[in-house]
């Protein structure tokens, strides 16, 4: 973790300075001034920041936060998934598309990933090296989602770029330039989705968004729902799951052995799996309206309030992680307390497949190219919300 830059040594500046460069590329450091001195900092741009585990931990299961009176601003269509909701409505949701992601059904969708990963990997043997993110993570995890859904893949570069300028306006620090491109991503989203479900509609098979327009069949799901939860899926189903695949293979291969271990010992998988998401986690922070005062370890999160759990900030505090910055894979806890999943009724419903996602791709690509060593710049694309890698040029041999 490196030092505070001086012009955030000041008590009368911003502590989350969420525009800045700085802080966007290395908010960590930010982030345990903000730990170390307050439980509930307020932003100057109007948010509520809580930015330690136990008190993130249990927000995110007090029902006096809210999704539902949360204004999603651009992103309002997220209402009409489990995502913007609030019980009952958020249960009643989060059940018809919760068996398809059960540990036994993920089995079958590791098997979809596997073919994926293994015909990039196919190419990259054959060249010598492999850009990462565009030729693995992003095909191997879009194309699963698709196949789960029960759709094409066509478009996909489109889908890819959507998702990006819908997260830019989902943080505090989003500019009208970024509103302005997740309103046309929007737009351009409700074209695509509304044509695929067409298409269903003619062409029904045994997809999840099958599953979506049988329950609006039987009058369990709004057409609105269906159309905004397909969205969702679109979204949340290669955007973290390839940062946590691409950022894994670079941390990887600055660390042979643990690499080796993942190849060799597969129980340790989940444990490795959990430290990179930990380190360096995909999504920073959830968001939530606060209903009520709420008593935070002696501080009032105030009703009205806007709060952001700093997910992020909760997975590097050290009264939970001790030396956080470390690369760990002996953390006895943090299969359990990490956050990069959030947690309570809106914790992430594609955790399971995302781990096995995680373990196809890093066992393979190790298993296979054990002197893979990176080949160029590694290009980033940070915000104070979600974390990216643009580019990860790799040679295999
Ligand atoms: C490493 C990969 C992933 C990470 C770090 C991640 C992270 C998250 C987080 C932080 C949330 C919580 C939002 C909140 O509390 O407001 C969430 C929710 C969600 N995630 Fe994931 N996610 C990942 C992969 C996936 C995948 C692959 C899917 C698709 C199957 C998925 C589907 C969902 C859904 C549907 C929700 C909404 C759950 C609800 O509101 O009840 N996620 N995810």
């Known amino acids: ?33 903000v730990r170390d001195l307050t439980p509930v900092y307020e932003s100057p741009l109007g948010v509520h920041v809580i930015a330690r585990h136990a008190d993130i931990f ?6 006096r936060l809210s999704s539902r009176q949360l204004d999603f601003g651009v992103a309002s269509i997220f209402h009409d998934s489990v995502l913007g909701q609030d019980s009952p409505d958020h249960g009643r949701l989060r059940k018809i598309s919760s068996s398809w992601f059960t540990p036994a059904r993920v ?21 010598g090296s492999l850009e990462v993110c565009d030729d693995l993570a992003f095909p191997a995890t879009f194309g699963t989602m698709a196949d789960i859904l029960g759709v094409g893949k066509h478009d996909a570069a489109l889908c890819r770029q959507a998702t990006l300028d819908i997260g830019r306006a989902l943080r505090p620090a989003a500019t009208e330039a970024d509103v302005e491109g997740a309103n046309t991503a929007f737009m351009w989203y409700v074209d695509y989705i509304s044509d695929l479900v067409a298409h269903k509609r003619a062409h029904p098979g045994d997809g999840l968004l099958d599953t979506f327009l049988e329950a609006e069949a039987t009058g369990v799901m709004a057409t609105a729902e269906v159309m905004a ?24 291969l600055d660390r042979p052995a643990i690499a080796q271990a993942f190849v060799a010992e597969p129980d340790l998988r989940e444990q490795i799996i959990a430290e990179i998401l930990r380190i360096d986690t995909p999504e920073q922070f959830v968001t939530r309206y606060v209903t009520e005062d709420i008593d935070v ?7 009205g309030a806007v709060a952001i759990l700093l997910i992020g900030s909760g997975n590097m505090d050290e009264r939970v992680f001790a030396q956080p910055d470390e690369f760990d894979i002996t953390r006895p806890n943090v299969t359990r307390k990490h956050l990069a999943f ?10 399971v497949l995302a781990r096995a996602q995680g373990e196809v791709a890093l066992g393979s690509f190790f298993s296979r190219f ?25 040679a295999i041999r």
Not at 1 to 25: G, I, K, N, R, V
Not at 229 to 252: C, K, P, W
Not at 378 to 383: A, L, M, S
């Open 370 to 394: 054990p002197a893979a060593h990176l080949d160029g710049i590694v290009e980033v694309d940070n915000t104070e919300f979600i974390r990216g890698i643009r580019r990860l040029p790799v």
């Open 107 to 127: 089995r079958d969708w590791s098997v979809m990933m596997q073919a994926y990963v293994d015909d990039a990997l196919d190419v990259a043997a054959e060249t």
């Open 229 to 252: 939860t397909t969205t969702l899926f679109y979204a949340v189903g290669h955007l973290d799951n390839s940062f946590m695949i691409e950022n894994g293979i670079r941390l990887l």
């Open 1 to 33: 973790m490196s030092e505070l830059p001086s012009s955030a040594q000041s008590d009368t500046l911003d502590l989350l300075p969420f525009a800045d460069a700085t802080y966007q590329a290395d908010p960590y450091p930010y982030y345990q001034r």
């Open 58 to 63: 249990n927000l995110l299961r007090d029902p």
């Open 297 to 303: 370890d002696g501080t009032i999160l105030p009703a």
């Open 342 to 351: 959030s947690g309570g009724q809106h914790g992430c419903a594609g955790q």
